[in-house]
């Protein structure tokens, strides 16, 4: 029990700190700033499922929150369905889109998967880009809309017209989101998930239809990343094919690389770190892109299981023999 | 139990298996053998489904089983080691095995995959200590299996292979003695003598003919893709094919 105790301590504290951070923080530049975590958060969790936990190097995953973004945004505008309706609509395009793409690929291994699901990326890229009727091109859409608010009468309300509402919403997705690869990854199915990344051909000897697990795992992932662009969308007031392009994929994965990939606190750290470094030092786009190459160099080479692990070695200098941030699925 | 009747196989121009044929019978030990290249792994892939047959048929329990995808044929109750050791190296012993366990939820419907997600994949259990006990591993039970020797790996991936769930009733091991001490091979031959005694079936490829000798009831001897003798070891060891296979004319 008490071991039990110490290992949901770092999820406990997770809680506090993003509850407790508007008001350590005042401001709408902070509230932005961990609106944005909260975002990537939510993104590299669900990418860390995908290519973390179950091994399958896809580099789609910018284009599934792009579905999610473009497929509720447009729903809204063109159709008028209502934003929550819409929202869940995003959610399921996401999960429908990488349910086809994933059955149709995910037979592939390594440098063959990645360069499909990099093709599936371009082409929805394209797809936003040449599609002007539609999705107005490359010019991308303006969002005049703000959500209406949503809740539990009594309980809870989140009112998106205002940014703090909009901060807690964010971090409650991304706080459930990580609670969901925790819990994943410590059940049955999640153990058969690492099986299938450290030996697929003994798994399926054994008697795991691998490529259901691996399709289940990578809808599952891209449906949070569905969410992530379904929700973030309306807040940014604007949306464009190159916001879900190839190079999104290879930020998130940066973030998840240095965070600790497999770690279930690495995407965590590394969106804290990722997105509020260049923040705080106000550096420009170029000076970013190499201030990254240089902080991804330095981590694969002193921290090879990223921030969560170095973090980790740290406290168990505290804790001997314990483990709280480097927990690895 | 296990028929395997013309089975052929091609890789493109080279004709890998041509037309072997024999049986395995419920609760023997059956040794194949053969030179380097006479085809006894593929046959090994062709049986628990990694490979697809290009003539003949493969029945278990009188049901054909050529066709059906490796985790099919598993559920079927047919499990396997391989030459190039493999398990889960970065499971500890113990996880590898309760791996091994668990119930195989994704052959069914969405609800029973879901129903998987709150489980914690951990828990006592006397079966696994009693195997792990048994291999002389239970002190390595916590152990990361990537970490413990070559010879203590074969033993795990040994278990695994009894701990799959549903349990097999045919067990293919493919030169479990590779690369093994000899106070090893001597735990490996007393336990598939043991599990042979509680029911099992075993095919087993192997390079060492006295663990061959020791250990099977009938021995298949395969070469350049032709089964050339099939019969007790004492009489396989005679036979003028063999020695001409394995020494030359």
Redesign the interface.
Known sequence: MARRSWQALPLVGLLAAGVLYPRLLPGDYFLHLGIVVSLYIILTSSLNLIMGITGQFAIAHAAFYGVGAYGSILLVTRLGVPYWWAWAAGILLAGIAALIIGASTLHLKGAYLAICTFAFSELFRLLLDNWISLTNGANGIIIRFVPPPIGIPGLFRFDLGSRRSYYYLMFTFALVTVWFVR??A???????L??IR??E??A???????R??KL?AFTVGSMYAGLAGATYAPYLSYIAPDLFDVNETIYIMMIMMIGGIRSIWGPVWGSILLVSLPQALDITPLLRMIAYGLVLILVMIRMPDGLAGFLDRLVSRLRPGGTWFGEKA | MLTLADVTKRFGGILALDGVSFQVRAGCIVGLIGPNGSGKTVMLNLI???SRLDGGQILFRGDRIDGL???A???RGI??T?QLL??????TVR?NL???R??????SNLQT?LA??????TGPSAEIDALLEMVGLHDKQRERAGSLSYGQQKLVAFL?VLC???EPELILLDEPAAGVNPTMINTLIRQVQHFRERGKTFLVVEHDLKVIMDLCDTVVVLDHGRRIAEGPPAKVRQDPAVMEAYFGR
Do not use: C, H, I
């Open positions: 819990r994943l410590r059940s049955d199915l999640g153990r058969v690492g099986a450290q030996d051909t003994l399926l000897t054994a008697g795991f239809d691998t259901r697990y289940l | 628990s489904g990694l995808p490796p985790y044929v598993a559920r499990g396997r391989f493999k398990l889960f190296p970065d499971l996880q309760e791996l091994m668990q119930p195989r939820l994704m052959g995959m998987s997600l709150p489980r914690v994949a695994n799959m769930n549903p």
